[in-house]
């Protein structure tokens, strides 16, 4: 018989022991987590840190490239490294829904696995909470990631400039169409993966290659044009893409033109956005493309003082329009 979450399981007692020592201890173990405590008691880092949190609430569970585990994981390991930080540490919170089958549950946590040892990462502490079913949509994932952060000065959204080079680190909404695919079992976009990735090397790789960068942010929900969007507001200034310049793969094009989305706008978690000055752009490129995560890398753009707060397109056949914010979600449940 099928093994499954049960509502005793969350409870704190030995049920919940069990659980945890049976798929969480063995799986993440190191020996911060492995004291037990109510929290974990880290070594001293030098010099400033970053942090971040999120959840996670996709669906499904599973999709072409990754899991919710995966990106539970990655997603964290980015959003602290597009500080310029290393990331060194995670926890992870689960909301089990009762009745899930121990193997889902195990399969996810073996995706973190993957995912930890590949960013370099711990997973040092976590909980673990078991609702009756219908109260949550079989799983979600919250975590927090720690990291020292090695840039000087630090990217921030706030730092855009004028006269900046815009760049992307590869074609953009795979994330979003292999989510989405997936979940509605659309046959003839089977083969795009999505690029949930950590992306840590990626950003020292940059560092080494430039002096000073400006910006650096991954371009998750809302995209490439919310993100840029959010960037234009912070730093008071404005952006212009060069449409022909953004990498988009034919088969995510193509199920966008069908489905009626607009790539732009489509998740990513492999990617990220560096602005910096147009003068290390060429070497940014380089060390980019150099690396197995940035070798569709491109110089998308600039930054100017044209239009404070916006983002404009100049599109293929010579014309130009306002990229907005995106409003609402264009896929909802997709990290």
């Given at each position: 018989?099928?093994?499954?979450?049960?509502?005793?399981?969350?409870?704190?007692?030995?049920?919940?022991q069990r659980?945890?020592?049976?798929?969480?201890?063995?799986?993440?173990?190191?020996?911060?987590?492995?004291?037990?405590?109510?929290?974990?008691?880290?070594?001293?880092?030098?010099?400033?840190?970053?942090?971040?949190?999120?959840?996670?609430?996709?669906?499904?569970?599973?999709?072409?490239?990754?899991?919710i585990?995966?990106?539970?994981?990655?997603?964290?390991?980015?959003?602290?490294?597009?500080?310029?930080?290393?990331?060194?540490?995670?926890?992870?919170?689960?909301?089990?829904?009762?009745?899930?089958?121990?193997?889902t549950?195990?399969?996810?946590?073996?995706?973190?696995?993957?995912?930890?040892?590949?960013?370099?990462?711990?997973?040092v502490?976590?909980?673990?909470?078991?609702?009756?079913?219908?109260?949550?949509?079989?799983?979600?994932?919250?975590t927090?990631?720690?990291?020292?952060?090695?840039?000087?000065?630090?990217?921030?959204?706030?730092?855009?400039?004028?006269?900046?080079?815009?760049?992307?680190?590869?074609?953009?909404?795979?994330?979003?169409?292999a989510?989405?695919?997936?979940?509605?079992?659309?046959?003839?976009?089977?083969?795009?993966k999505?690029?949930c990735?950590?992306?840590?090397?990626?950003v020292?790789?940059?560092?080494?290659?430039?002096?000073?960068?400006?910006?650096?942010?991954?371009?998750?929900?809302?995209?490439?044009?919310?993100?840029?969007?959010?960037?234009?507001?912070?730093?008071?200034?404005?952006?212009?893409?060069?449409?022909?310049?953004?990498?988009?793969?034919?088969?995510?094009?193509?199920?966008c033109?069908?489905?009626?989305?607009?790539?732009?706008?489509?998740?990513?978690e492999?990617?990220?956005?560096?602005i910096?000055?147009?003068?290390?752009?060429?070497?940014?490129?380089?060390?980019?493309r150099?690396?197995?995560?940035?070798r569709?890398?491109?110089?998308?753009?600039?930054?100017?003082?044209?239009?404070?707060?916006?983002?404009?397109?100049?599109?293929a056949?010579?014309?130009s329009?306002?990229?907005?914010?995106?409003?609402?979600?264009?896929?909802?449940?997709?990290?």
């Amino acid at each position: 018989m099928e093994q499954k979450i049960l509502l005793d399981e969350g409870s704190g007692g030995r049920a919940s022991q069990r659980l945890i020592n049976t798929i969480f201890l063995n799986a993440f173990d190191n020996s911060i987590l492995a004291r037990m405590d109510d929290a974990a008691a880290l070594p001293q880092i030098d010099g400033p840190m970053a942090m971040s949190t999120d959840s996670y609430t996709v669906s499904p569970l599973f999709f072409p490239g990754a899991s919710i585990g995966s990106l539970a994981v990655n997603g964290t390991v980015n959003d602290v490294s597009m500080l310029g930080a290393k990331p060194l540490y995670i926890t992870c919170g689960f909301i089990l829904e009762e009745g899930l089958p121990l193997a889902t549950l195990q399969r996810v946590v073996e995706d973190m696995v993957t995912a930890a040892a590949e960013s370099g990462v711990k997973i040092v502490t976590g909980d673990t909470k078991v609702v009756p079913s219908g109260a949550c949509d079989k799983m979600f994932i919250n975590t927090t990631g720690l990291g020292q952060i090695f840039m000087n000065p630090a990217p921030s959204g706030h730092a855009a400039r004028p006269g900046d080079a815009v760049l992307v680190s590869g074609a953009v909404g795979d994330h979003g169409i292999a989510v989405f695919t997936a979940r509605e079992n659309l046959s003839f976009a089977s083969s795009v993966k999505s690029d949930c990735a950590p992306l840590a090397d990626l950003v020292a790789k940059v560092a080494s290659a430039a002096p000073t960068v400006h910006v650096l942010r991954d371009p998750t929900r809302g995209g490439l044009a919310t993100t840029l969007n959010e960037i234009a507001e912070q730093s008071g200034i404005c952006v212009e893409l060069n449409e022909e310049s953004l990498p988009v793969h034919a088969e995510v094009a193509d199920a966008c033109s069908f489905l009626g989305l607009d790539p732009l706008y489509l998740a990513n978690e492999g990617k990220c956005i560096c602005i910096l000055p147009a003068e290390y752009a060429d070497a940014v490129l380089q060390a980019m493309r150099a690396h197995p995560r940035g070798r569709e890398a491109a110089i998308i753009g600039r930054v100017t003082d044209a239009q404070p707060g916006k983002v404009i397109l100049h599109t293929a056949i010579g014309g130009s329009r306002f990229l907005g914010m995106l409003e609402g979600a264009q896929l909802p449940r997709i990290c």
